[in-house]
Nanobody, 115 residues
């Protein structure tokens, strides 16, 4: 089973940007849809962005126009460019398959948006 390692999180001021990376332990080319999820402590994990193998992308309304998901199958890596960050974007961010039942979850990467 493919394992995921997320990185790139940190503390950023409102309006700032971060780029998250998700490195997979194996090939992601067979994972038709990859996604970025986020979870605030005590809440359910929510899917914020997904990308198909065709490079078609979908976004949650809360991040549309601010976040951009991309994938590099050759590097087995998925990215999330986050711009115009808001305090409500504060969460732990994870990547995983976004089709069918997700596989094992990684540790995630903490994103904190605060002045």
């Amino acid at each position: 089973q493919v394992q995921f390692v997320e990185s790139g999180g940190g503390l950023v001021q409102p309006g700032g940007s971060l780029r998250l990376s998700c490195a997979a332990s194996g090939s992601i080319s067979r994972i038709y849809v990859m996604g970025w999820y986020r979870q605030v402590s005590g809440n359910q994990r929510e899917l914020v962005a997904r990308i198909f193998n065709t490079d078609t992308t979908h976004y949650a309304d809360s991040v549309k126009g601010r976040f951009t998901i991309s994938r590099d199958n050759a590097k087995n890596t998925v990215y999330l460019q986050m711009n115009s960050l808001k305090p409500e974007d504060t969460a732990v961010y994870y990547c995983n398959s976004a089709i069918g039942t997700p596989g094992s979850w990684g540790q995630g990467t903490q994103v904190t948006v605060s002045s």
